[in-house]
């Protein structure tokens, strides 16, 4: 199935349920394979309004954020996902997290080597 092919069976999917957040994170990680990094973030920013605690749309959001080149941006989504994973107890979403938040330090030049 192509990209295209699988953004468009999303997008008829979210029309149909446009309140499930899992449709709406579905539609953004095929966004961001795709390699469409704003659609990608508007879609994981409305999971994150249907279900302010889906700590994994936080991190697929500072992914998206951050293929958008906009690091300080991706970083508070981050920031906020890490809070939220830790609330509901995501400990995988919590660690992955938190190495976006390494690696986007790091290229900021604020890595342990670096400092």
């Given at each position: 199935?192509?990209?295209?092919?699988?953004?468009?069976?999303?997008?008829?999917?979210?029309?149909?349920?446009?309140?499930?957040?899992?449709?709406?994170?579905?539609?953004?990680?095929?966004?961001?394979?795709?390699?469409?990094?704003?659609?990608?973030?508007?879609?994981?920013?409305?999971?994150?309004?249907?279900?302010?605690?889906?700590?994994?749309?936080?991190?697929?959001?500072?992914?998206?954020?951050?293929?958008?080149?906009?690091?300080?941006?991706?970083?508070?989504?981050f920031q906020r996902g890490l809070e939220v994973a830790t609330k509901t107890g995501d400990l995988q979403t919590r660690k992955e997290i938190a190495v976006f938040l390494r690696r986007i330090a790091e290229s900021?030049?604020?890595?342990?080597?670096?400092?």
């Amino acid at each position: 199935m192509s990209e295209a092919d699988r953004i468009g069976e999303f997008r008829e999917v979210a029309e149909l349920f446009p309140d499930d957040p899992v449709v709406r994170f579905g539609l953004a990680g095929a966004y961001l394979e795709a390699g469409h990094a704003g659609d990608a973030a508007r879609e994981y920013e409305a999971a994150i309004r249907l279900e302010p605690d889906y700590s994994a749309a936080y991190r697929g959001l500072g992914r998206a954020l951050t293929r958008a080149g906009r690091l300080a941006a991706a970083r508070e989504a981050f920031q906020r996902g890490l809070e939220v994973a830790t609330k509901t107890g995501d400990l995988q979403t919590r660690k992955e997290i938190a190495v976006f938040l390494r690696r986007i330090a790091e290229s900021a030049g604020e890595g342990p080597e670096h400092g």
